[in-house]
């Protein structure tokens, strides 16, 4: 059983990004450059948009930070977008989620233009992605997809089941597993409305467990050998951390570890991935800006 | 075993816009107007254009036919398009394909105006599609949800299977069916790569098929009261026939159709539903540009 190890990977990529972005100053271009946009105190939000911002500078990249009270008007915050889609300094830039309830998301995430839209949200990356495209290709589903190619695990024409059909995690996973170009997979979307979610997640040779539901992918639901990518990260209660919780995965990692012939810990998986692939496509930003 | 006569359906459907469009003129608003672009003299696709201007007539609709010859540049196309995404009068307009090698399909389908690209084919309406926003769906995988509803066939929960990963059915199918407020199923995309294929389709309740092989699903590949759809169409050569050929879908009908609780025939099944979902498309299209 190997363990899918996300942080080192995540610190190669970066490493390799940091190289690449060297090389590129001293040759004599500016470096690439990501704004991050973040609305009020939410305790999450400030720690993603920080560690982002952590990430620029290991990178090598330029990096602002716009702070708006969650006081600002709808049209306030577009208005900041559209500077930010205006700006030539800005390679690409990110509206940290979630947004304050009067404001609508969906208008401020259309409100990014797709070449700056480095989160992947915006429905022209969502459906040129969809339809084979080049797009920008949102965080963690890329970087499932790179975990999977970095630690060269078969998957052409190997059985996929995504467990969940958000439109951030299962929907893009299932359609980059299933094009020829990306995972050439036979792709299975289970939700909570499957019948029979157990015999189906059991003839999966890879495994996507995205439902937020602390160890619900138990030993019984995994074929022995497969493949298990755990995207959960829940705060459960745990009296023994100073913080007082721990992040507990989709998946029940003591149970199933031993069946898998790899598998994705909690937390040190999936997660340090999201941050490095979004630096990732501000450098494909930055390279389609400067037409590099 | 039920036929599943997507004649009648569409038919019926054509009757209900019909009805529409007579309420809507009658209290002194224009009538729906399509336009359609067709580029030089591929035979089928004057006969598709043909059959939707026809559609529009039997719908109530005004229609526009631009013919253009296949020396067209691909500037005066986009000119073109321009033109009617500017025409307060249109509504929602196509431009057929396939085009001339030298004209990027691409580009001339995102130069369409998403609010009157009633093809659903701009990567904004297919986006918006997969993360469930309103949004134009394309005819055919539209036309295949249409008949499962108007047949009662429950989806819920059911394990679809799709045979193919175009773009313009096997992925929209797929998105379509997994979302709760559409199909609510657990879908399974199968192609030329997957493993098992035979033994996953076996377990499907709901089987589509949109690979383009004449008769590729044998009876063996069915599940005993499984819902059967065909979205085949090849042209066979038959000597019996005065034009020379018939049409075959991707089942093999008279093996299959005996095991099946309901089934759609080619021709007669979802072919008849896709110029009537276009229009469905244009009289939404004329709503949202009206208000009403």
Chains 1, 2 share one sequence.
Do not use: W
């Amino acid at each position: 059983m190997q363990i899918i190890d996300g942080k080192a990977t995540a610190a190669q990529i970066k490493a390799e990004i940091k190289a690449e972005v060297e090389h590129i100053v001293a040759s004599g271009a500016r470096a690439p450059h990501l704004a991050a946009v973040l609305v009020g105190h939410d305790g999450g939000s400030e720690t993603y948009v920080r560690n982002k911002v952590l990430a620029c500078e290991a990178c090598g990249f330029e990096s602002t930070l716009l702070k708006f009270e969650d006081t600002i008007t709808e049209e306030e915050l577009l208005n900041v977008v559209d500077q930010l889609n205006n700006n030539p300094a800005i390679d690409g830039f990110i509206v940290q989620l979630p947004l304050p309830k009067h404001i609508d998301e969906q208008k401020v995430t259309e409100a990014i233009l797709p070449e700056k839209d480095v989160d992947g949200f915006h429905p022209v990356n969502v459906g040129r992605m969809s339809i084979g495209l080049p797009a920008f290709i949102s965080a963690t589903p890329l970087g499932i997809l790179t975990l999977l190619q970095r630690y060269n695990i078969p998957t052409k024409g190997k059985k996929v089941a995504i467990l969940g059909r958000s439109n951030i995690v299962g929907k893009p996973m299932a359609s980059l597993m299933m094009q020829k170009q990306y995972g050439d997979s036979t792709v299975t979307v289970l939700h909570s409305h499957s019948e029979n979610l157990a015999e189906e997640c059991r003839q999966a040779d890879i495994l996507i467990a995205a439902i937020g539901s602390p160890a619900f992918v138990t030993a019984d639901m995994v074929k022995p050998g497969a493949v298990v990518i755990d995207v959960g990260t829940t705060r459960v209660p745990d009296a023994t951390r100073a913080n007082g919780f721990r992040l507990q995965g989709d998946v029940d990692f003591n149970a199933v570890s031993p069946l898998c012939s790899a598998i994705t810990p909690v937390p040190g998986g999936v997660g340090p991935m999201t941050i490095c692939m979004l630096m990732l496509n501000t450098l494909q930003a930055y390279k389609q800006f400067a037409k590099l």
